[in-house]
């Protein structure tokens, strides 16, 4: 069965700092792949879908930015933290062809 | 652009009772599926039940069950004989049966905090 993996669990980083969160799935080929963020009291907003390797489509403007370098593989990054990228950051999958998302266990990350 | 409205930001239900969570979406598509996801303290996302709306007949999986109102726009949860873990967060979804990127991208309401009292 597919399995999603997020790396890490929590992240307290300064503002100006840079970031990188990893989500990395098993079981399961050419997935599609989806960045969502929750903050605090709110439901989840996509911030990135990728179909393959090196695809990314952004939803939202912002300081983030996604890559795909393998096909297990999508990465969240910032070269500049701000105090409202905190929040819940969940990675999830589809199948192709398969409307159903299953999500990861989420990075908890805190921006002083 | 889709939209899924949860009416109630928080609801409680004593346990082995019946609740029943509200959603109502908008959208101009014809085709489409609806979801109910939970997230518990954990918050780690579970789907808990789709629907997809070409089928008239409501979803069910165990103590869970839909009412699928496709005119009026409306999905609601009921949730059987409420168990204590059973409390979570709970939110609607939408997505429509075809995105041209060829992804399939999730529309989710604002969710409903559900308590189970003992």
């Known amino acids: 069965s597919q399995t999603i993996h997020q790396w890490p669990a929590t992240l307290v980083q300064p503002v100006g700092s840079p970031l990188s969160l990893e989500c990395t799935v098993e079981?399961?080929?050419?997935?599609?792949l989806y960045w969502y963020r929750q903050a605090a009291g709110r439901g989840l907003q996509l911030l990135f879908y990728s179909v393959g390797i090196g695809q990314i489509s952004s939803e939202v403007p912002q300081n983030l930015s996604a890559s795909r370098p393998q096909d297990r593989q999508f990465i969240l990054s910032s070269k500049k933290l701000l105090l409202s990228d905190s929040g819940f950051y969940l990675c999830?999958?589809?199948?192709?062809?398969?409307?159903?998302?299953?999500f990861g266990p989420g990075t908890r990350l805190t921006v002083l | 652009a889709q939209t899924v409205t949860q009416s109630q930001p928080e609801m409680s239900v004593q346990e082995a009772e019946t609740v029943t969570l509200s959603c109502t979406y908008d959208?101009?598509?014809?085709?489409?599926?609806l979801f109910w996801y939970k997230q518990p303290p954990s918050r780690q996302m579970i789907l808990v039940i789709r629907q997809e709306a070409y089928k008239q007949q409501n979803a069910t999986e165990n103590r869970f069950s839909v009412n699928f109102q496709k005119a009026a726009k409306s999905f609601s949860l009921k949730i059987s004989d409420s168990q204590l873990g059973d409390t979570a967060m709970y939110f609607c979804a939408f997505m429509a049966a075809y995105s041209g990127a060829g992804s399939y991208q999730l529309t989710f309401g604002k969710g409903t905090k559900l308590s189970v009292i003992p």
């Open positions: 079981g399961t080929s050419n997935p599609n």
């Open positions: 959208t101009s598509e014809s085709n489409y599926y």
């Open positions: 999830a999958l589809s199948g192709t062809g398969v409307n159903e998302q299953f």
